[in-house]
Structure formats: structure tokens, C-alpha cells
């Protein structure tokens, strides 16, 4: 079946303990990007990456690390999470990053960090 | 900078009646492609419907439509024959170079 899988799906953690959020996809796709989803704001990009190695910020990148060492997974990193952090994520591919190939979504990660 | 606005927090439908939530964007790029994303309680993102900004015809998914006024930059989805599985948050959101920009949200409520 052709999905993006997210894990974990919920995750509390304390201030300063750093966590990894993996995702993987395996529909071969070249884009692949997190989100995070916060009332009222509704969902807001923090990385993005187009290919292997190649990765840039969206609008929210501070305090989140990616990597895309392979195709298929694109891991969100956050190396000292602060409250404000909390969020919803969601991991996110496409078949390409060019034209209109739509996001294809992973069933979403809920982050408490104390 | 591009932005895509929902001005409608909450709606509400009767079922089997039709209802339209409405989106407007904003870019100075020529293209871009625009999306409806539906994400009931389970909080799956589901891809309701998609629409390229050079075809004018507006696309249609079954019972779900869009209004794609390019000059005014609106992109609104209605929904006919309302559903009791239709009621859940929805998004609008563009794609425009490497980057997508989603709206804020409509939490659609159906009435039996």
C-alpha cells in the first residue's frame, strides 16, 4: 500500500530532551516536507526537501533540523525542545516538486513537550 | 510573500443540503496549483480536490466543486448532498515554486 508513515504518533517529552520524528514514504517520491499544525494557524511549513541532500527552510524553521540521506525517509530532528514547540506534525511527500503533484500526508505525530 | 486566507473559522450545513466555504490567495507567480485537504476527526489529511491556475474549467471530484475566479484570486469548494462524513476541518492551500502554503482552516459541521 502506498503511504507516508510517521512514528510516533504521540510523543511527550521534557524541555532540552532531544527527539527524532521519523517518516518514510515508499512511493518513490523526490518531495517530501514536515508541517506543523497549531489552532487558528492552521498548517505552516518547516522544511522541505526536493531530493537526496537537498533540503531548504520553509516558514517556520527554528529550532528543527531535517536530513534526507536516502529517498524514502526524511526524519524531523529537534535537538532541545522548548513548550513552545507543542504541536501537531505531520510528514509529507510528493512525486515531484514540480508542477501540481498534490502532498500525500502520514497519519500525524501530537508533540507535548514540558 | 504568498498567503492564502479562509475567512470562515466554522460553518455549519444541513445534511443533504449544499454548502460552499470559501479560500482567497495570494501570489505574484503565474503558476500555481491550489487544493482542497479535508482532515476529519482521525486528523488524516485527505486531498478533497486539485485545480491547475492556467486551465480555466473548474474541476469536479463527485460531489465536490470549485468556483476558480483567477482575476479575483478565489477558490472556493462546495460541497452538494451534504454527508455525515463530510462534517471536518478544511483546507485550503497553494503550491507555488518548491513551497506550500495552507489556510488557516473551515471546521464544517453537519446537521442530520
Known amino acids: 500500500e502506498a503511504q507516508v508513515t510517521q512514528n510516533p504518533r504521540y510523543l511527550i517529552t521534557v524541555t532540552g530532551k532531544k527527539l527524532t520524528v521519523t517518516c518514510s514514504q515508499n512511493?518513490?517520491?523526490?518531495?517530501m516536507s514536515w508541517y506543523r499544525q497549531d489552532p487558528g494557524l492552521g498548517l505552516r511549513q518547516i522544511y522541505y526537501s526536493m531530493n537526496v541532500e537537498v533540503t531548504d527552510k520553509g516558514d517556520v524553521p527554528e529550532g528543527y533540523k531535517v536530513s534526507r540521506k536516502e529517498k524514502r525517509n526524511f526524519p524531523l530532528i529537534l535537538e532541545s525542545p522548548s513548550p513552545n514547540q507543542t504541536s501537531l506534525y505531520f510528514c509529507?511527500?510528493?512525486?515531484?516538486?514540480?508542477?501540481?503533484?498534490?502532498?500525500?500526508f502520514g497519519n500525524g505525530t501530537r508533540l507535548t513537550v514540558t | 510573500a504568498q498567503t492564502v486566507t479562509q475567512s470562515q473559522p466554522e460553518m455549519s450545513v444541513q445534511e443533504a443540503e449544499t454548502v460552499t466555504l470559501s479560500c482567497t490567495y495570494d501570489?505574484?507567480?503565474?503558476?500555481?496549483?491550489l487544493f482542497w485537504y479535508k482532515q476529519p476527526p482521525s486528523r488524516q489529511m485527505i486531498l478533497v480536490i486539485r485545480?491547475?491556475?492556467?486551465?480555466?474549467q473548474n474541476a469536479t471530484e463527485n460531489r465536490f466543486s470549485v468556483n476558480f475566479q483567477k482575476a479575483a484570486k478565489s477558490f472556493s469548494l462546495k460541497i452538494s448532498d451534504s454527508q455525515l462524513g463530510d462534517a471536518a476541518m478544511y483546507f485550503c492551500a497553494l503550491k507555488t515554486g518548491n513551497q506550500f502554503y495552507f489556510g488557516t482552516g473551515t471546521s464544517l459541521t453537519v446537521i442530520p
Open positions: 509529507a511527500s510528493s512525486l515531484s516538486w514540480t508542477g501540481g503533484s498534490p502532498l500525500h
Open positions: 485545480q491547475e491556475a492556467y486551465k480555466q
Open positions: 501570489t505574484s507567480e503565474s503558476d500555481y496549483y
Open positions: 512511493m518513490n517520491h523526490e518531495y
